[in-house]
């Protein structure tokens, strides 16, 4: 549970937000990193890697852990082992599709849970030359025959927020007859609207009852991953899944830390995630994936707790003013930065930070250079060049 002493987002939405009569007190968090995070172009995770990404996961708190696609490769398959056997606290879940080899794999493995994903969409079943009639035939076996062998199983409906819906509720009504005891509703393209979304996870609760938890899975395509999510949730979705970084093909998946983040903050939904571990999860996944992320990215970019504009500098003793949330809350440090953007105050902070003298009266002097030097070399000027400058500008020097 977050806590809401490093929260500083005021009262407007309090005033604007009451929770719905459907949205759940928790939420589960369900990683699919190490599967759909892993479809990213160009991304190769081995088995020994995969296992690190895993354990940072479980100490960040994630509940749910999808370990990956056995079918794959025989080094995906060694992967699921590798985690099913290291004692984690999360659940370990792995994935297949609906076809015998892809249970059969699963089996083999011994998995105890696992998504069995089938397109739903009239417009992926034609791209598969696969009839209606033929996938709920599909959909039965695989569901049935991992359930009779003591598989838990969650429903995934491929393409759903494209599908008709007269014959989703069919496919998902085939499948928890089948006998799987939980489903995903599935925006594969990232299409939905927030609104849509919400719609989507009520209808699914009609299909199926009240009694089988609803997963919300989402892409985010159009930049709305994490808001889509939200709204899912918001309207009945005791589970959401997505990635670490929000990593994954295209535009990527829903990021499960900004979901979590928005619920607990905004919202009032619990999540067991531990937001002063992300920064060290999204660095994990970053280097063994080896991906950039943007500076500014939410939660972990570098630049979030870092100041260069001289206005913020000045109020940088008093965090609540120019940010959100504390740094503490993501196991951040804050610093200042000197650059074209500086001012007095961000050369008083850095000296006293780097232990120099620079008087009040030499501060606009050094400030100058620091400008002229900004401008000069493109970019922010190192403590090694601020030093040189405070001497070259300074009656004490450094």
Not at 360 to 369: F, I, N, P, Q, S
Request: net charge negative; aromatic share 6%; glycine share 10%.
């Amino acid at each position: 549970m977050i806590n809401r002493d490093q929260i500083w987002t005021g009262e407007l939405n309090e005033r604007a937000i009451s929770p719905t009569a459907e949205q759940p007190q928790w939420v589960g968090i369900y990683d699919t990193t190490l599967r759909d995070g892993e479809q990213s172009v160009g991304v190769v995770l081995d088995a020994e890697a995969k296992l690190e990404i895993a354990r940072a996961l479980d100490k960040l708190g994630v509940d749910r852990i999808e370990a990956g696609f056995p079918r794959v490769t025989a080094e995906d398959a060694r992967a699921i082992e590798l985690i099913a056997n290291d004692g984690l606290e999360a659940e370990i879940w792995g994935f297949a599709r609906a076809v015998p080899a892809d249970v059969e794999a699963l089996l083999e493995l011994g998995c105890r849970a696992a998504v069995i994903e089938s397109p739903v969409s009239d417009l992926k079943l034609e791209a598969y030359g696969i009839s209606r009639e033929k996938l709920l035939e599909r959909v039965t076996k695989a569901v049935s025959s991992a359930v009779e062998n003591g598989v838990k199983i969650a429903f995934f409906g491929v393409d759903g927020t494209r599908g008709e819906f007269d014959f989703m509720a069919e496919v998902y009504r085939t499948a928890v007859g089948a006998g799987a005891s939980e489903i995903v509703v599935v925006d594969t393209l990232g299409i939905a609207t927030p609104e849509a979304a919400a719609m989507f996870v009520s209808a699914a609760r009609e299909w199926v009852g009240p009694e089988v938890p609803i997963h919300w899975h989402g892409h985010n395509d159009f930049g709305m991953g994490t808001a889509i999510s939200v709204a899912a949730v918001r309207a009945g979705a005791s589970w959401v899944q997505g990635t670490i970084n929000g990593m994954g093909e295209r535009a990527g998946n829903a990021n499960i830390a900004e979901i979590a983040l928005a619920l607990e903050t905004f919202y009032g939904v619990d999540t067991n995630l531990r937001f002063d571990h992300v920064r060290e999860a999204a660095a994990t996944v970053k280097r063994l994936a080896g991906h950039e992320l943007e500076p500014w990215k939410a939660l972990v970019g570098e630049n979030l707790f870092v100041r260069e504009s001289g206005a913020v500098a000045s109020q940088f003793h008093e965090p609540e003013s120019i940010e959100p949330y504390s740094s503490e809350l993501v196991g951040a440090e804050r610093g200042i930065v000197l650059g074209k953007k500086s001012g007095l105050d961000s050369i008083r902070i850095r000296a006293d930070e780097l232990g120099v003298e620079v008087s009040e009266d030499e501060r606009a002097a050094v400030l100058a250079a620091v400008k002229e030097r900004s401008q000069q070399d493109g970019g922010l000027v190192s403590d090694e060049v601020f030093l040189e400058l405070v001497r070259d500008n300074t009656g004490g020097g450094a």
